[in-house]
């Protein structure tokens, strides 16, 4: 069974850092590509980055290119998400998410950790 | 950016009745679209992908379908664990898009 953990959510201030962890399990962690999702209060999902199995092609979202950094050691089987200059709207659960393939083609999501909640305010 | 548009954003069905959400993309994703479920405090479960093929475990009461850039999920006879939020998402092209979701609410 796959799963992921995610943890280092928490209460920043504006212009903060942040660094999101999530623990996998379950499937051969270097044959996947991973990503981040997040939710603010009340809304819809929202696409954050991706990275490809072996970490060489990563992708953003306009809103966070620049300021996010995505990351994974496969050694560790975990999943990585930097966070610098945080702002009010980057408040949101953020959830590490499986893809179905590689990183090259089906790009979708098909397993979800929980989430862990980022809060960005002073 | 592929936009997606998800209609309506709140389905009132009662339980037993069928219901059907639509998802339009902005451009073609060619089939290229997956729809995913969640239910309060919890996360998005994986439902279905190439706009009609359903993921592991999924009820057959549960089908998708594509016509051009807009596809349609159909429930057939909701059960109480269906009511929840369905949201649509195209992988034909980065950046990754989501539709802004679905209610589907106990009538």
């Known amino acids: 069974e796959v799963q992921l953990w995610e943890s280092g959510g928490g209460l920043v201030q504006p212009e903060g850092s942040l660094r999101l962890s999530c623990a996998a399990s379950g499937f051969t962690f270097g044959n996947y590509a991973l990503g981040w999702v997040r939710q603010a209060p009340g809304r819809g999902l929202d696409w954050v980055s991706a990275?490809?199995?072996?970490?060489?092609?990563?992708n953003y979202a306009d809103s966070v290119r620049g300021r996010f950094t995505i990351s994974r050691d496969n050694s560790r089987n975990t999943l990585y998400l930097q966070m610098n200059s945080l702002r009010a709207d980057d408040t949101a659960v953020f959830y590490c998410a499986k893809i179905v393939g590689s990183g090259t083609y089906y790009n979708l999501f098909d397993s979800w950790g929980q989430g862990t909640l980022v809060t960005v305010s002073s | 950016e592929i936009v997606m548009t998800q209609s309506p954003a709140t389905l009132s069905v009662s339980p037993g009745e069928g219901a059907t959400l639509s998802c339009r993309a902005s451009?073609?994703?060619?089939?290229?679209l997956a729809w995913y479920q969640q239910k309060p405090g919890q996360a998005p479960r994986f439902l279905m992908y190439?706009?009609?093929t359903r993921a592991t475990g999924v009820p057959a009461r549960f089908s998708g379908s594509r016509s051009g850039t807009e596809f349609t999920l159909s429930i057939s006879s909701l059960q109480s664990e269906d009511f929840a939020v369905y949201y649509c998402l195209q992988y034909h092209s980065w950046p990754l898009t989501f539709g802004g979701g679905t209610k589907v609410e106990i009538k």
């Open positions: 451009q073609s994703v060619n089939v290229y």
């Open positions: 990275i490809s199995s072996d970490g060489g092609t990563t």
């Open positions: 190439d706009g009609s």
